[in-house]
């Protein structure tokens, strides 16, 4: 039996904390929430304890990247808040 035990404690985890997808993706709380809203990440409540799956942050890592690539090869700049006020104002 401690054999099945010591092969559960080597399986790599499956979902994350609120923090540690904070954490991974360098974003805050309200940037965290906003993309669990939007279905960018997807999560379940364990009891009161919000759970988001590495395949999800996976996954929307990969998207932001080809998004990031598709942009770079259309030759579009990407604005930083300043340009956006200026072309907006």
């Known amino acids: 039996m401690q054999k099945s035990f010591d092969s559960l404690r080597k399986l790599p985890s499956l979902v994350a904390t609120v923090n540690e997808t904070m954490a991974a993706l ?8 906003e993309l ?6 997807e999560s379940y409540l364990e009891g009161s304890s919000r759970k988001i ?3 999800s942050i996976a996954s929307y890592l990969e998207r932001r ?3 990031e690539e598709a ?7 990407r ?8 072309a907006n104002g």
Do not use: D, F, M
């Open 79 to 86: 604005l930083c808040q300043s340009s956006k006020q200026a």
């Open 65 to 67: 990247l080809a998004a």
């Open 53 to 55: 799956t590495w395949r």
């Open 36 to 41: 669990l809203s939007s279905g960018e990440l």
């Open 71 to 77: 942009r770079r090869q259309s030759g579009k700049p």
């Open 26 to 33: 360098k974003v805050g709380r309200a940037k965290l929430y």
